[in-house]
């Protein structure tokens, strides 16, 4: 059998990548082999490091080359204030909009019914030991405006009761349907200082 082309096979690679269609990657592609040097050697050793050395974070499900993350890790941080996000991307988007001085806590997706995700697929065990651990007041709901996570943020805000802690969600001006993760930090940051108790 006859080995693929390896532009193509580049091509086809950055082409499954978010963002990115074969128009877009052929472009990418073409930039990098033009000066290999200066784009494409540089690349690849950054995807073998980070291939090599990020990790989630124990604590909090952050991505991060060390465990804890940088933000499990800060002093500065509010250590009774958890904000409970879909995914690393929502994280990432809130830290972007510098309005959550807080921890945070990675669920790893919402419950959904018709994507067969129940709560045994989700980290709510682990958000559950850290409120007991770790003296945390209030739980904020930073989950996306979306059928499912109505859902989990109701089912949340139902387990989260008996703890004593606080729950609040994100307030409206998050879209319908709407990803924390494309937001403008503006955005977020309105949406989370306006949060409300649930």
Known sequence: MPAP???????GLLARLPGFGRRSARRAVLKMLM??????????AALRDAAAAVR????????????????????????SVIC?????????ALERAHAHRGLYHVL??????????????????PLLARIAEQGVEEVILA?????????????LS????????RVT???????????????DEGTLAAALKARRVV
């Not at 784009?39 to 690849?44: H, I, T």
């Not at 409970?84 to 990432?92: F, R, S």
């Not at 790893?108 to 065990?125: M, Y």
């Open 5 to 11: 082309d390896p532009i193509e096979h580049l091509i």
């Open 158 to 165: 139902d387990r989260l009761r008996s703890t004593g802690v």
């Open 84 to 92: 409970v996000v879909e995914g690393v991307a929502e994280l990432w």
């Open 56 to 79: 989630p974070c124990r604590l909090c499900g952050n991505l991060d080359d060390q465990d804890p993350c940088h933000i499990c890790r800060d002093p500065q941080r509010d250590q």
């Open 108 to 125: 790893g997706g919402t419950l959904s019914a018709i994507g067969g995700v129940g709560p045994e697929d989700l980290s709510v065990q």
């Open 35 to 44: 000066q290999p040097e200066q784009s494409m050697l540089p690349l690849a």
């Open 143 to 155: 989950l996306p405006a979306t059928v499912d996570g109505a859902t989990t943020a109701h089912f």
């Open 169 to 183: 969600r994100l307030a409206q001006g998050v879209p319908i349907g709407g990803a924390l993760d494309v937001l």
